[in-house]
């Protein structure tokens, strides 16, 4: 079975800085889809970011941008310019090719933004 | 487009009841896929509803049962609730079945007392 393991529960940043957060998965799977979701404090979950597993170039989306280490099954999210409004629960999620629209979920890292 | 919706945002049951939640997916959007998420487990799958048909299932007990109508709405049931099913229900649309992104309602948060 595919696991999505995030390590950092909890993570902060000051305002304006970088931050990286870390995922890795587990498949056996060579065709696969992964993703970068936020749920702030009212809940909803938000796409930040995809990546398909078939592109060596990683995924960028404004200041959001994730660093693909295939071999390794790594999938890192790294924030820019980090702003109050990214604060949030992120959660790394992996959907493969062959598990129909299945997504499998890390545990997430909360995310603080210090002022 | 207008996104997800859930109804309703919010429920408070009594153990053994039964409960019924609905999801309206995006405009066009064939696939809805249901998760729970708690503290404790995180976001588990539930199931996919295709065309009308469930594509997909997780590991929950038959209590945990839906369904999808014809404009692709579709509704969870969970029968003989317990404590253990307080969580944000989270359901997901997505154009079809096997796309790469889906997209996230608000949840609806059940409470069992």
């Known amino acids: 079975a595919q696991t999505v393991t995030q390590s950092q529960p909890e993570m902060s940043v000051q305002e304006a800085e970088t931050v990286t957060l870390s995922c890795t998965y587990d498949?056996?799977?060579?065709?696969?889809?992964l993703f970068w979701y936020k749920q702030p404090p009212s809940r909803q979950m938000i796409l930040v970011i995809r990546?398909?597993?078939?592109?060596?170039q990683n995924a960028t989306e404004n200041r959001f941008s994730v660093n693909f280490q295939k071999a390794a099954k790594s999938f890192s999210l790294k924030i820019s310019d980090s702003q109050l409004g990214d604060a949030a629960m992120y959660f790394c999620?992996?959907?493969?090719?062959?598990?129909?629209?299945?997504?499998?979920f890390g545990t997430g890292t909360s995310l603080t933004v210090i002022p | 487009k207008a996104g997800v919706t859930q109804t309703p945002r919010y429920l408070i049951k009594t153990r053994g009841q039964q409960v019924t939640l609905s999801c309206s997916p995006i405009?066009?959007?064939?696939?809805v896929s249901w998760y729970q998420q708690t503290p404790g487990q995180g976001l588990q799958f539930l199931f996919e509803?295709?065309?009308?048909?469930?594509?997909n299932k997780g590991n929950f007990p038959g209590r945990f049962s839906g369904r999808q109508f014809s404009n692709s709405r579709s509704e969870m049931n969970v029968s003989t609730l317990e404590l253990g099913d307080s969580a944000l229900y989270l359901c997901?649309?997505?154009?079809?079945?096997?796309?790469?992104?889906?997209?996230f309602g608000p949840g609806t948060r059940l409470t069992v007392l």
């Open positions: 997901a649309s997505s154009e079809f079945s096997g796309t790469d992104t889906q997209y």
């Open positions: 498949t056996s799977e060579s065709d696969y889809y």
């Open positions: 990546q398909e597993a078939y592109k060596q």
């Open positions: 999620a992996y959907r493969g090719s062959n598990t129909g629209n299945q997504f499998y």
């Open positions: 405009s066009g959007h064939r696939s």
């Open positions: 509803y295709f065309s009308e048909t469930q594509r």
